[in-house]
């Protein structure tokens, strides 16, 4: 199993530009979800889902959308990018189950001049 | 709303050296605790958690936290550390009743641990 799969890896963007983070699981988890990490302020939820076609916003999902098609991919859509945006992104899963483990991908390095 | 504190955002340490990572969450209903460690460059990975049972839980690795809950604490310990140890280490909390299963993180204490 490949586990928590994220691309790409680094990113470089201009304000204004828009752009997806891909994020795949292949462990058939129904919990899907993006966090932003920046220093000082441990990981923030973005959005999550808890199955195909279900998407909700977590802490801080102003500038971001989601979707959910399949079990398997879970993007996220940057639709007009801003140097406030300049952060690690980690997409992470786990089976919907309260308490259950989350696994996370190795993360993307966005950076938005 | 859910809140974790980790007071310290760095503890640097030598090698063989007790260390203890404090953890403080603000909730009074039931929880679900986490330590995450994030070791450079990666993503995070589960070092231990606490559902129920026993107060005290341990890691393959050496770490050992207890859940208070009188003190709602879930300090992280271990009695010798390694240089491999050296990471950023997050607690997290998870409501039982939140059906969204979200994760709240603490700010992260980066251990540093020196020959």
């Known amino acids: 199993n490949a586990g928590v799969t994220q691309t790409p890896k680094f990113q470089v963007l201009k304000t204004g530009q828009s752009m997806t983070l891909q994020c795949a699981q292949d462990?058939?988890?129904?919990?899907m979800s993006w966090y932003r990490q920046d220093p000082g302020m441990g990981l923030r939820l973005i959005h999550y889902s808890v199955g195909a076609g279900i998407t909700d916003q977590g802490e801080v999902p102003n500038g971001y959308n989601v979707s959910r098609s399949t079990t398997e991919d879970f993007p996220l859509r940057l639709l007009s990018a801003a140097p406030s945006q300049t952060s690690v992104y980690f997409c992470?899963?786990?089976?919907?189950?309260?308490?259950?483990?989350?696994?996370f991908g190795p993360g993307t390095r966005l950076t938005v001049l | 709303a859910q809140s974790v504190t980790q007071l310290d955002s760095q503890v640097p340490v030598f090698e063989e050296a007790p260390v203890e990572l404090r953890c403080n969450y603000s909730s009074s209903v039931s929880v679900y605790l986490f330590w995450y460690v994030q070791y450079p460059n990666q993503g995070l990975q589960l070092l231990l958690k606490?559902?129920?049972?026993?107060?005290l839980v341990e890691s393959i690795n050496g770490f050992e936290a207890e859940f208070n809950k009188s003190q709602t604490s879930f300090h992280l310990r271990k009695p010798s550390v390694h240089i491999s140890d050296t990471a950023e280490y997050f607690c997290a909390v998870s409501d039982h009743k939140d059906s969204s299963y979200k994760l709240i993180f603490g700010s992260g204490t980066r251990l540093l641990v020196r020959p």
């Open positions: 992470a899963s786990s089976y919907s189950i309260a308490g259950d483990t989350q696994y």
């Open positions: 606490y559902l129920s049972g026993s107060t």
């Open positions: 462990m058939n988890h129904e919990y």
